[in-house]
Nanobody, 125 residues
Framework: QVQLVESGGGLVQAGGSLRLSCAAS????????MGWFRQAPGKEREFVAA????????YYANSVKGRFTISRDNAKNTVFLQMNSLKPEDTAVYYC??????????????????WGQGTQVTVSS
C-alpha cells in the first residue's frame, strides 16, 4: 500500500511564496509519474503540475505556468511544489498523487491511483 503525505500548506499574502512537500512511503518511488492537483470550494479537482519519473520532464496547467515549479528527490521519496507569486485564486486544498508507471503528459485525475489527504493553501488579498 502506498501512502502520500503532503505538508507545507498555510496562509500567505498575495505575491508570496510557499513550498509544498509530498512524502511517499515504500519503494519504487522513481517508477511513477507524480503530480499535484488542487481543489477549491465548489470546484472540481484540477491539474496543477506533473513530473516524469526521473524529473526530466515537467508539465503545468496554464494557470500556474511560470509561477509554480514541480521537482522530485527520488532518494528521499519526495515530490515538491514551489509556488511563487501566489494569487488569491490559488487558494485550494493541494493534493499529491501517484501517476502512471510510464512517462506521459498526465493531466487527468483518473490517471492517478494513490492520493494524499491534501494540504490547505490560503492566499489572502
Amino acid at each position: 500500500q502506498v501512502q502520500l503525505v503532503e505538508s507545507g500548506g498555510g496562509l500567505v499574502q498575495a505575491g508570496g511564496s510557499l513550498r509544498l512537500s509530498c512524502a511517499a512511503s515504500g519503494r519504487s518511488f522513481s517508477g511513477y509519474v507524480m503530480g499535484w492537483f488542487r481543489q477549491a470550494p465548489g470546484k472540481e479537482r484540477e491539474f496543477v503540475a506533473a513530473i516524469s519519473k526521473f524529473g526530466s520532464y515537467t508539465y503545468y496547467a496554464n494557470s500556474v505556468k511560470g509561477r509554480f515549479t514541480i521537482s522530485r528527490d527520488n532518494a528521499k521519496n519526495t515530490v515538491f511544489l514551489q509556488m511563487n507569486s501566489l494569487k488569491p485564486e490559488d487558494t485550494a486544498v493541494y493534493y499529491c498523487a501517484r501517476g502512471p508507471s510510464y512517462n506521459s503528459d498526465s493531466r487527468r485525475p483518473g490517471q492517478y491511483d494513490y492520493w494524499g489527504q491534501g494540504t490547505q493553501v490560503t492566499v489572502s488579498s
